[in-house]
């Protein structure tokens, strides 16, 4: 028997170093991680699989309309003039190869009550502006939208400017506002559900919704808000310091708003029928999605209050530990299965090796349970796939051809591998770029913006969308290209690409 190599002893060692107590509970863990993602996305696939029972049941009853109501009496004349007065906020920045055909899903709703459209941009000089000008004026008479013109941001981000200028602009009837990002496709009845449930429960202060990424995979159940629905009322009169809290050195508006509910225990809501097409440029280079990456756990260095600031730093610890708790058993595993190759192929004995079978076997039980994650991962999914294409049964059909699960498992791992090191580097750097304009925090509000087209980017993270007007090459597709379309639609956390 040939004596071991210094390489094959090297990793012979490493696996039975990993066969230790501390590594065997992190291996473990790693395995409870999976089930439980498993668990958590089949509970999220069985409440849109009972809706589309729903409105199936309800088509085959003879409610022709059942995915926009429920009850058909409720189209009816005597109903739909009753319907409150919603103001819809969209805050524009660049224009890129989605953006028309969702700004057209969204303009086109058939909500039945008094509606209006505001779209919001920074100058005259951004490339939305005359897109969503043009537009308008091919809907002109059928729809009430008009472009609105912020200016320039100075206490906070562009995007929270923008959607505070399209409040102070809405009509003085109206009773909800609807902020929009406009990288979605709505479906026709959204609207309609969204003021039902208000109108049902006044005690919602944000109802909310989620995306499903296109065109390479998606989990759709993380804290990725679309959209919020609040009371008009809320901004006019500044109630629970929602504009000043905004306003006033306001990063992120999901965050903002999500910490002003939780400080005076404001009810935050997402209807199951929520999830919503977004389409992911297909020129997104893994660059873009790393700043993407930055962004999102740039969010965590925000906060209004001592309160908030304490959640954020949770927040931070306990991602940071699940993410790398859920690398490292991989790590482990491989070098598991490669002592046993080794052993298998060079002919080792396991008594020579002093190797035992216990990190094999758990290596083949991570296996089992990722496996179990990324059959509900799939359900999921494609239960989205089928409740999108029955709200929008005019728009083209979505379909699971869209994914590759290979490259989505690879980004799982890469994604929650890389989140630490992003969420360490905006602790300390504080400050980001986010669609060409440089932020810089401080006490955990904006405190300093700096524009300077020639030195910022020209597209946008995930809609890759031109910023400037002027259109630069194509990137070339490339592997690397790929895996990040696959992080940005696996990415957990909050996106803010406008």
Same mark, same amino acid.
């Given at each position: 028997?040939?004596?071991?190599?210094?390489?094959?002893?090297?990793?012979?060692?490493?696996?039975?170093?990993?066969?230790?107590? #501390?590594?065997?509970?992190?291996?473990?863990?790693?395995?409870?991680?999976? !089930?439980?993602?498993?668990? @958590?996305?089949?509970?999220?696939?069985?409440?849109?699989?009972?809706?589309?029972?729903?409105?199936?049941?309800?088509?085959?009853?003879?409610?022709?309309?059942?995915? !926009?109501?429920?009850?058909?009496?409720?189209?009816?004349?005597?109903?739909?003039?009753?319907?409150?007065?919603?103001?819809?906020?969209?805050?524009?920045?660049?224009? @890129?190869?989605?953006?028309?055909?969702?700004?057209?899903?969204?303009?086109?709703? #058939?909500?039945?009550?008094?509606?209006?459209?505001?779209?919001?941009?920074?100058?005259?000089?951004?490339?939305?502006?005359?897109?969503?000008?043009?537009?308008?004026?091919?809907?002109?008479?059928?729809?009430?939208? $008009?472009?609105?013109?912020?200016?320039?941001?100075?206490?906070?981000?562009?995007?929270?400017?923008?959607?505070?200028?399209?409040?102070?602009?809405?009509?003085?009837?109206?009773?909800?506002?609807?902020?929009?990002?406009?990288?979605?496709?709505?479906?026709?009845?959204?609207?309609?559900?969204?003021?039902?449930?208000?109108?049902?429960?006044?005690?919602?202060?944000?109802?909310?919704?989620?995306?499903?990424?296109?065109?390479?995979?998606? !989990?759709?159940?993380?804290?990725?808000?679309?959209?919020?629905?609040?009371?008009?009322?809320?901004?006019?009169?500044?109630?629970?310091?929602?504009?000043?809290?905004?306003?006033? @050195?306001?990063?992120?508006?999901?965050?903002?708003?999500?910490?002003?509910?939780?400080?005076?225990?404001?009810?935050?809501?997402?209807?199951?029928?929520?999830?919503?097409?977004?389409?992911?440029?297909?020129?997104?280079?893994?660059?873009?999605?790393?700043?993407?990456?930055?962004?999102?756990?740039?969010?965590?260095?925000?906060?209004?209050?001592?309160?908030?600031?304490?959640?954020?730093?949770?927040?931070?610890?306990?991602?940071?530990?699940?993410?790398?708790?859920?690398?490292?058993?991989?790590?482990?595993?491989?070098?598991?299965?490669?002592?046993? !190759?080794?052993?298998?192929?060079?002919?080792?004995?396991?008594?020579?090796?002093?190797?035992?079978?216990?990190?094999?076997?758990?290596?083949?039980?991570?296996?089992?349970?990722?496996?179990?994650?990324?059959?509900?991962?799939?359900?999921?999914?494609?239960?989205?796939?089928?409740?999108?294409?029955?709200?929008?049964?005019?728009?083209?059909?979505?379909?699971?051809?869209?994914?590759?699960?290979?490259?989505?498992?690879?980004?799982?791992?890469?994604?929650?591998?890389?989140?630490?090191?992003?969420?360490?580097?905006?602790?300390?750097?504080?400050?980001?770029?986010?669609?060409?304009? $440089?932020?810089?925090?401080?006490?955990?509000?904006?405190?300093?913006?700096?524009?300077?087209?020639?030195? @910022?980017?020209?597209?946008?993270?995930?809609?890759?969308?031109?910023?400037?007007?002027?259109?630069?090459?194509?990137?070339?597709?490339?592997?690397?290209?790929?895996?990040?379309?696959?992080?940005?639609?696996?990415?957990?956390?909050?996106?803010?690409?406008?």
């Amino acid at each position: 028997m040939s004596a071991l190599h210094s390489a094959d002893s090297f990793l012979l060692s490493l696996s039975i170093a990993f066969c230790s107590p #501390l590594a065997v509970f992190i291996q473990i863990q790693g395995c409870v991680i999976c !089930l439980t993602l498993a668990i @958590g996305w089949a509970f999220a696939a069985y409440v849109r699989k009972r809706e589309i029972n729903r409105i199936e049941d309800g088509i085959k009853g003879g409610n022709s309309f059942a995915f !926009l109501c429920h009850d058909i009496y409720e189209l009816e004349h005597s109903n739909q003039v009753n319907l409150p007065r919603v103001s819809v906020v969209m805050p524009l920045k660049g224009f @890129g190869e989605h953006n028309l055909h969702n700004w057209k899903s969204q303009i086109t709703s #058939l909500y039945g009550g008094p509606i209006e459209f505001l779209f919001v941009v920074e100058s005259t000089e951004d490339p939305a502006y005359h897109a969503v000008s043009q537009l308008i004026t091919e809907f002109k008479g059928d729809v009430d939208a $008009r472009v609105i013109v912020a200016g320039l941001s100075t206490t906070c981000s562009q995007k929270i400017h923008n959607q505070l200028v399209g409040v102070e602009n809405m009509h003085k009837d109206s009773k909800y506002v609807l902020f929009l990002d406009d990288d979605v496709r709505f479906h026709p009845g959204s609207i309609g559900v969204l003021t039902t449930e208000m109108e049902k429960n006044p005690e919602i202060f944000i109802q909310t919704g989620y995306p499903l990424d296109l065109p390479s995979g998606t !989990l759709g159940s993380y804290c990725i808000y679309e959209y919020h629905m609040m009371h008009a009322d809320d901004f006019r009169h500044d109630n629970y310091g929602v504009v000043s809290g905004l306003r006033d @050195g306001g990063y992120s508006d999901d965050m903002t708003l999500a910490a002003i509910a939780g400080a005076h225990k404001r009810l935050i809501t997402s209807p199951p029928v929520a999830v919503f097409p977004h389409p992911i440029a297909s020129d997104l280079t893994f660059s873009r999605y790393w700043n993407y990456l930055r962004k999102q756990t740039f969010v965590l260095e925000s906060y209004i209050s001592t309160v908030n600031w304490l959640m954020n730093r949770a927040l931070f610890l306990t991602h940071f530990y699940l993410s790398w708790g859920f690398v490292a058993p991989y790590f482990m595993a491989m070098v598991h299965v490669a002592a046993a !190759l080794q052993i298998y192929i060079k002919g080792y004995s396991y008594g020579e090796t002093t190797c035992t079978s216990g990190g094999l076997l758990l290596a083949i039980w991570l296996a089992i349970c990722t496996f179990t994650e990324l059959l509900s991962m799939w359900n999921l999914t494609r239960i989205e796939v089928q409740l999108c294409n029955i709200l929008s049964p005019e728009a083209p059909k979505l379909s699971l051809d869209y994914y590759n699960w290979s490259m989505i498992f690879v980004a799982m791992l890469v994604d929650n591998f890389l989140y630490p090191i992003s969420a360490f580097w905006s602790h300390f750097s504080q400050t980001i770029n986010w669609s060409g304009i $440089r932020y810089n925090l401080k006490n955990g509000k904006i405190h300093k913006i700096e524009r300077n087209k020639d030195k @910022g980017p020209e597209f946008t993270d995930l809609g890759g969308k031109h910023l400037y007007g002027k259109k630069a090459a194509t990137p070339k597709a490339s592997l690397l290209g790929s895996l990040g379309r696959s992080l940005a639609h696996w990415h957990q956390p909050k996106k803010y690409d406008v």
